[in-house]
């Protein structure tokens, strides 16, 4: 089956763009893309325990995932989200398909399905050139795709099917040219067709195809075979990726951490400091499993250090849920441990790094001159336990004008309270002296708390304890009595939190919860990825927990509930559309 391309599509410009992003982006669409086209037509389904060819990809690939071919896991994808986000989908994949097999001469139904195997694997690999340079475009322009240094290794479940369509060189109506290890059973064609394009393939051990955009792709992974210095052998790969839940998993990757940032500050014009280089490269990898629930996606993912990292997680032991302080209609919630080690990481990983987005002295010139206070003795140094930023919503009340849509509320167990109750003492203090507000106390459901009102009382803000060890902090609109002696129905009791946030990494190290249809839709945001919009409008709610797991490794699970079509085309309509 050939999928019609439109020419406009053909001829779209190339975009400039930041580095991880964007080539994150176009990495995916193009897995969106061949995926979609070669599952749809798949009978079977394969599960699996390792990245398929993982004993073909060199150690310093940038990123390898693999897609299933079930047709139904497709067919459930293409269920999930706006009719607008499945054309987009459609559009990449007819554009992908036509530049890595249309317009080599191959129909991808006829040539390859009826002898690949059920999981298709695609590595991103670097460039030996000394002078990197990477095209961040989603472009479809051919020697755009040649500079990405794509590879995708296409398991053979018929060696006789794929025999007899490999030695086929009546298809490509150019030259052939063939080279034989016979040492390690290694194939290598390069094809190449009379408008100039060329295909290089590698055909490993009877059991693997491999095909390239490139011939120094080819010889980078033909060569890791021939010496094993693959992501098989790299240190906690298998370990970890063991440790992953991969049955009826949609996507299988592996991130390399150390590869990645080395290229990232080899072409970023202003270079990280030395001691930033070294603490990001203690990562080791990333890897993780992505798979299709009925109501949306899940990613589990285990990032791990280097063995020989000095570096060593804290593992948690014991914390609590600060998601049982909050109203069930909270919109988004932010929790973590230690706001004071949180910080000093910050400080480590930002000095004199031009990527940090506020300087951490600034931060702390800026509480000085406004509040006269010092950042990490006086309100820092009394955060070492667990903390919780959220954004809760007004609960519209007939004939009253409310200034704000929702309230700010943080929330800090402390591990000093005399300390604590100092801090409050001197700010309000300095609120009344140096700004002129309104220092009233009041008492709620039977709890001291001090209000803050504004010399023209268009800003107010509360403070006060929910228990001996928590205190609170809301600015905007008034929420104390709905945060005070909350009955059972909180956020951690409510349907949808239970849903959203995973409940078997307990207890976790963090958490975070975003009601997307409620909360983000209704702010203007900045565009922080392309089609970000689309994204959102296709999303319901996002949930993120992780786990130290040990003081090498830190396990992560994701959530994010899609909308669902009613009006689900088929393929071929969409892309004739």
């Known amino acids: 089956m050939t999928i019609p391309v439109d020419s406009s599509v053909r001829r779209q410009k190339k975009n400039k763009s930041y580095l991880a992003l964007k080539f994150s982006i176009a990495i995916f669409l193009i897995a969106s893309g061949l995926g979609v086209y070669c599952l749809l037509i798949q009978s079977k389904y394969f599960n699996s325990n390792s990245l398929p060819g993982n004993d073909l990809i060199p150690q310093?690939?940038?990123?390898?995932?693999?897609?299933?071919?079930?047709?139904?896991?497709?067919?459930?994808?293409?269920?999930?989200?706006?009719?607008?986000?499945q054309k987009e989908l459609d559009k990449n994949l007819a554009i992908w398909v036509d530049i890595l097999f249309n317009s080599k001469g191959y129909d991808f139904h006829k040539d390859i399905q009826p002898w690949v195997g059920n999981r298709i694997t695609f590595v991103v690999l670097t460039s030996n050139k000394k002078s990197i340079t990477i095209n961040t475009s989603v472009s479809t322009n051919s020697k755009s795709l040649q500079e990405q240094h794509l590879a995708i290794i296409l398991p053979i479940k018929n060696l006789v099917k794929a025999q007899q369509v490999l030695s086929q060189t009546s298809k490509i109506s150019g030259s052939l040219i063939q080279r034989e290890n016979p040492s390690k059973r290694i194939l290598t064609r390069t094809v190449k067709s009379p408008s100039g394009s060329r295909l290089f393939t590698a055909f490993i051990n009877q059991k693997f195809l491999v095909v390239a955009n490139n011939p120094s792709t080819i010889q980078q992974i033909t060569n890791a075979y021939k010496s094993k210095l693959t992501i098989a052998s790299t240190n906690g790969f298998a370990e970890n990726f063991s440790k992953i839940k991969h049955s009826?998993?949609?996507?299988?990757?592996?991130?390399?951490?150390?590869?990645?940032?080395?290229?990232m500050d080899a072409v970023t014009k202003s270079r990280l400091p030395p001691e930033v280089l070294t603490r990001l490269q203690d990562n080791q990898g990333l890897v993780g499993s992505i798979s299709l629930k009925p109501t949306g996606i899940q990613l589990q993912g285990i990032s791990w250090l280097n063995p020989n990292s000095q570096r060593q997680l804290e593992v948690?032991?014991?914390?609590?849920?600060?998601?049982?302080?909050?109203?069930?209609?909270?919109?988004?919630?932010?929790?973590?441990?230690?706001?004071?080690?949180?910080?000093?990481?910050?400080?480590?990983?930002?000095?004199?790094?031009?990527?940090?987005?506020?300087?951490?002295?600034?931060?702390?010139?800026?509480?000085?001159?406004?509040?006269?206070?010092?950042?990490?003795?006086?309100?820092l140094s009394w955060m070492a336990e667990e903390f919780s930023v959220s954004m809760v919503p007004n609960i519209p009340q007939e004939g009253k004008q409310e200034d704000f849509h929702a309230a700010i509320l943080l929330m800090v167990k402390t591990s000093d309270r005399r300390r604590a109750e100092t801090f409050f003492t001197k700010l309000d203090n300095i609120m009344k002296t140096q700004y002129q507000f309104q220092i009233k106390k009041e008492n709620?459901?039977?709890?001291?708390?001090?209000?803050?009102?504004?010399?023209?009382?268009?800003?107010?803000?509360?403070?006060?304890?929910?228990?001996?060890?928590?205190?609170f902090f809301i600015l905007g609109n008034p929420?104390?009595?709905?945060?005070?002696?909350?009955?059972?129905?909180?956020?951690?009791?409510?349907?949808?939190?239970?849903?959203?946030?995973?409940?078997?990494?307990?207890?976790?190290?963090?958490?975070?919860?975003?009601?997307?249809?409620?909360?983000?839709?209704?702010?203007?945001?900045?565009?922080?990825?392309?089609?970000?919009?689309?994204?959102?409008?296709?999303?319901?709610?996002?949930?993120?927990t992780s786990r130290i797991q040990d003081s090498h490794s830190q396990y992560y699970k994701i959530f994010v509930e899609l909308k669902k079509s009613d009006d689900v085309r088929s393929l071929t309509d969409n892309t004739n559309r």
């Open 60 to 85: 310093d690939a940038l990123l390898s995932f693999s897609l299933t071919t079930d047709p139904s896991q497709w067919k459930q994808l293409r269920e999930f989200g706006t009719l607008v986000a």
């Open 248 to 263: 009826n998993s949609f996507i299988q990757f592996y991130f390399n951490i150390p590869a990645s940032v080395k290229i």
């Open 316 to 379: 948690e032991y014991e914390r609590e849920n600060m998601a049982k302080f909050l109203p069930p209609e909270t919109l988004i919630m932010l929790s973590g441990r230690n706001l004071h080690h949180l910080w000093l990481d910050y400080v480590s990983i930002s000095k004199n790094n031009p990527f940090a987005p506020i300087p951490p002295e600034q931060i702390k010139t800026s509480i000085k001159d406004y509040l006269s206070l010092d950042l990490e003795q006086d309100i």
């Open 444 to 471: 709620v459901r039977g709890k001291p708390v001090i209000t803050w009102i504004s010399p023209f009382g268009t800003l107010n803000a509360t403070h006060g304890w929910l228990d001996h060890e928590t205190s």
């Open 479 to 544: 929420i104390t009595n709905r945060i005070i002696s909350l009955p059972h129905n909180s956020l951690a009791n409510s349907q949808v939190y239970k849903n959203i946030v995973s409940s078997e990494l307990t207890p976790s190290s963090g958490e975070l919860f975003i009601d997307i249809e409620r909360g983000l839709r209704n702010f203007s945001l900045p565009n922080i990825f392309p089609n970000q919009n689309l994204l959102l409008d296709s999303s319901r709610l996002l949930g993120i």
